[in-house]
């Protein structure tokens, strides 16, 4: 892979990390958080794979097939507390979840 | 000097180790599900202690092979060697040609010698290293012709196996097996013997409430006692003879609830820790004298070259001695061992006949190079060995008829046939005190067992008031118990007979110009007392009028372990307290005979009270015409031969070879007329009535007499009267004034400064510096607290946002300074 594609790639990840760093600070609603925290961690993953590709070593797929796999865990996890919070508050709104005021 | 060919040992041998490996996991079975498995317990044992026994009787068939091929290996090599002796130079080092010519039996010590004895050492270095079991055949034929029989001499290499325990500042502990002759020899006993017992108890302690515990016992003292046996270091040695001290210490005290039983598990306990001191003792001093070694063979080997100086064998053997002692029951340490008597009667017939006390014995012969060098056994010299054994014979014999108790009568003629063995390995005939313990594992198990049937139906050990006219209702024990009777006095041709009398024969032969003839006498008046004493036994239990049957008042505390079912019969239902007087009066108007489970047990065991003594027929004298295969097998088979073991042919550093004693009809037939004048006296006087009856209630110095026996020497007044009361009264009271007047002074001094410099402490330095500090710390720390719960919003994204800024503000840092 040339430099060219490399950074094309490079481009498209930084894109999606920032789509996903400006989801999960400015979106209030709890399940467009944790989608926008996949997006960060795909972000990742095309620069894992695009820099393993380029290096011609397969280090970087698999590192992003890691990546995946605590990504999935990491999405059970967070579902299931936004799932709690639904029901205990009929809503999701991470403006009004903040008990935890010191 | 090339190993000609090696000679192999059998998967039995080589494998032993798995032996008390396996009593080991029986016992941790046991007591792991024994309980759910109730009366069935006991099978877990059985089956245990019975693949041991099949086992052991793999090894010895195995290692009869062993000897047999490393005498034809020595045999064959000692051919070559003749042939190239003709062709090679006259007198290199090792000529066996020279050995012959020069110096006929033993005694030389040259330089040559020297060097065959340092190359076998060599030999034995190596072969105790690794994991790997390594019998090699010996270097060298040492000498060729042995003392009387025209075998070669050859060396039978032990079977050995180690493994590295731990290691510690350069000296490491090793775990490991050493099997030699001695070692299946008693792997054989202890297994029979305890398989028997284990049988036996079956039906003895049934319903007993500690039933598994009980079982769990005893495989663990098999146990121990087989791992003793086949210990290779010395660590291991001492280990294991505590592990069977503390086994018989649970067993003696079966039954705790009552407190004689309890202080007699104690007073075996704390007696053996007295010669345990000289156990460690003695053993320190052979491991710095042999230069930082654990290694028995070495330990032996050493010894024996004269390598170890004399005064550290000296005191090693000494100290060793009084492990002996208390371990063996010798004079003055044998007070246990009667009490000991309290356990269940199997136990007793364990611990007298294969286990505990054999302990003691095994360990001089284990250990024999030191004693041989120490003492100078087999010199012309009276050693301390001899006349402790020698001591113990007159000793426990006398005790031996003042007790009304059957069980006594027998520990103490065990104590009397220990100091046999003990005087028999004192004047060196060390294969007669092996083979008397063999012989005695048999017929004083048997009667021991034999005991326990009686008392099992007449529910007491008391000869006396609850006893007699036993014949009658129990013609087969009675018949098992005369056999083995006779074997313990030496009739012709019963097992006692001729082990008994290999060791006279050893008194009188042994050690240079009959210097040992005090112990023949000591031995024949000791074989007069055992008769006369037995004699009394078996009238006082099995003849005259029956005595028992009286109705005592049931002791419920023992007596009433329910089964539920209470028309059963006495078989199931002996709740199994010794002292249980009559305790189930209604179903006991007359004693029965035992059940087969009791019964078997006796049988084999009178059997073999017949025949052991076979094994050791020796061939010299009016027996010259036994069969050379047939004669001496035990000596063939178990004694040592190689380096660790005093030789035959070339004297010690002591200046003198070891020797077997020949068989002698005069020494026959005297201890045999001993024996008959002593049951004659004894059937006289309690038969007939003939004699001074009720001496001791008109002569005053027979009553003496009597009463110094009846109260056991004094011993017992000794140690607790006067040793321990000593402890107790005097010295107890000087150390309370001293610590009143002078301890208490120093110790209130010292109080009161500590008060006047606590309270300063607490004024100055507590209060105003320690306080201030601990304060001053919690309010800042509520200071600190106070400013950052303005940052815990608990909004999520606020908290993202702070990540995700230190995160830039990071990556920055970091992108610069790289």
């Not at chain 2, 284990?198 to 079982?215: E, I």
């Not at chain 2, 550290?312 to 008597?341: C, E, N, R, Y």
Request: aromatic share 10%; proline share 3%.
């Amino acid at each position: 892979m040339d430099d060219l594609m490399l950074n094309q790639f490079l481009l498209l990840g930084a894109i999606l990390f920032a789509t996903g760093v400006y989801g999960v600070l400015a979106k209030k609603n709890a399940v467009l958080v944790l989608m926008s925290i996949e997006l960060i961690l795909n972000a990742v993953n095309i620069n894992l794979v695009a820099f393993g590709a380029h290096n011609g070593t397969i280090v970087g797929s698999v590192f992003a097939l890691f990546v995946i796999a605590v990504a999935a865990a990491e999405v059970g996890v967070g579902l299931a507390i936004v799932l709690l919070i639904y029901r205990n508050r009929k809503s999701v709104d991470l403006d009004e979840v903040a008990q935890m005021k010191g | 000097m090339l190993a000609a060919e090696t000679v192999t040992a059998g998967f039995f041998l080589e494998h032993a180790y798995v032996v008390p490996l396996i009593m080991a996991a029986s016992f941790a079975l046991t007591l792991g599900i024994g309980k759910r498995l109730g009366r069935h317990a006991s099978w877990i044992g059985i089956a245990a202690i019975g693949v041991c026994f099949l086992f052991a009787i793999g090894a010895n068939v195995q290692w009869a092979d062993y000897v047999q091929d490393s005498e034809h290996a020595a045999e064959a090599e000692h051919d070559d060697e003749s042939h190239a002796e003709d062709e090679g130079e006259a007198g290199t080092p090792d000529s066996e040609e020279e050995g012959a010519h020069t110096e006929g039996v033993g005694t030389t010590s040259g330089e040559d010698d020297e060097h065959a004895l340092g190359a076998a050492s060599d030999e034995i270095g190596p072969s105790v290293d690794g994991e790997t079991a390594s019998a090699r055949a010996p270097p060298a034929p040492a000498v060729e012709e042995g003392e009387g029989g025209g075998h070669a001499e050859y060396e039978v290499v032990p079977v050995t196996k180690t493994w590295t325990w731990w290691s510690n500042g350069g000296v490491t502990f090793e775990a490991g097996m050493l099997l030699d002759g001695m070692t299946v020899m008693m792997l054989f006993v202890v297994t029979l013997i305890s398989l028997l017992v284990h049988v036996f108890s079956t039906d003895y302690v049934a319903g007993d409430r500690r039933y598994t515990h009980y079982f769990a016992f005893l495989s663990l003292f098999s146990a121990a006692m087989l791992g003793f046996v086949m210990a290779q270091n010395i660590v291991q040695l001492i280990t294991l003879w505590e592990l069977v001290g503390v086994c018989s210490f649970a067993l003696i005290g079966h039954w705790w609830e009552d407190k004689p039983n309890s202080d007699a598990a104690l007073k075996a306990f704390l007696t053996n820790r007295v010669g345990d001191i000289g156990l460690l003792v003695g053993m320190i001093v052979l491991f710095f004298a042999a230069g930082q070694t654990f290694d028995i063979i070495e330990i032996n080997t050493l010894a024996n070259e004269g390598a170890i100086s004399h005064t550290a064998l000296v005191v090693a053997s000494v100290a060793l001695i009084a492990a002996v002692m208390s371990k063996s029951g010798q004079f003055i340490l044998h007070t246990w061992l009667p009490d000991a008597m309290a356990g269940p009667t199997p136990v007793s017939a364990l611990i007298h006949a294969a286990t505990m006390v054999v302990a003691g014995i095994f360990m001089v012969a284990r250990m024999y190079g030191v004693f041989w060098n120490g003492l100078v056994i087999g010199g012309s010299s009276v050693n301390l060995l001899a006349v402790v054994g020698g001591l113990t014979v007159l000793g426990g014999a006398g005790l031996a008829f003042v007790q009304s108790d059957i069980k006594k009568v027998l520990a103490y003629s065990t104590v009397s046939q220990l100091g046999y063995m003990v005087m028999a390995l004192g004047v060196g005939a060390w294969t007669a005190a092996l083979f008397h313990l063999f012989t005695h594992a048999f017929f004083k198990a048997g009667l021991f067992l034999g005991a326990g049937s009686v008392s099992h139906a007449v529910h007491s050990f008391d000869m006396k008031k609850d006893m007699g006219g036993m014949k009658k209702f129990m013609p087969k024990t009675f018949w098992t118990f005369l056999i083995c009777t006779g074997a313990l006095i030496g009739i012709f041709p019963l097992a006692g007979f001729w082990s008994k009398d290999e060791i006279l024969a050893g008194a009188a032969q042994l050690g240079g110009s009959g210097s040992y003839t005090a112990f023949l006498i000591v031995g024949s008046i000791g074989a007069l007392m055992t008769a006369a004493y037995m004699t009394r036994c078996i009238y006082l239990t099995f003849f005259g009028e029956f005595r028992g049957g009286h109705a005592d008042t049931p002791d419920e505390e023992h007596a009433t372990v329910s089964h539920g079912e209470e028309d059963h019969p006495v078989d199931e239902d002996h709740a199994a307290d010794a002292l249980d007087h009559a305790g189930h009066g209604d179903h006991h108007g007359e004693p029965h005979e035992s059940g087969p489970r009791i019964l078997v047990p006796l049988y084999i065991l009178a059997g073999l009270a017949v025949v052991a003594g076979f094994v050791n027929v020796p061939d010299s004298g009016v027996l010259s015409w036994v069969p050379e295969g047939l004669a001496l097998q035990f000596e063939h088979l178990f004694e040592p031969k190689g380096g660790y073991f005093p030789s035959l042919t070339e004297a010690g550093p002591a200046g003198v070879t070891f020797a077997h004693p020949t068989f002698d009809l005069g020494i026959a037939i005297g201890s045999t007329v001993v024996a008959l004048v002593g049951i004659g006296l004894s059937y006289a006087w309690y038969f007939k009535g003939l004699g001074p009856h009720g001496i001791t209630g008109r002569n005053r110095l027979a009553r003496a007499g009597y009463r110094f026996l009846e109260n056991k020497y004094y011993f017992d007044h000794l140690y607790t009267g006067v040793i321990a009361a000593g402890f107790k009264g005097p010295i107890a009271r000087a150390v309370n004034w001293f610590n009143q007047k002078g301890l208490d002074g120093v110790v209130d001094g010292v109080g009161k400064g500590a008060v006047g410099g606590g309270r300063f402490v607490y004024d100055q330095i507590d209060q105003r510096f320690v306080d201030g500090v601990v304060n001053g710390s919690g309010f800042a720390a509520e200071g600190g607290g106070q400013f950052f719960r303005q940052m815990q919003t608990g909004k999520v994204q606020q908290y993202a946002a702070i990540l995700f800024v230190a995160s830039v503000i990071f990556a920055g840092v970091f992108i610069i300074v790289i």
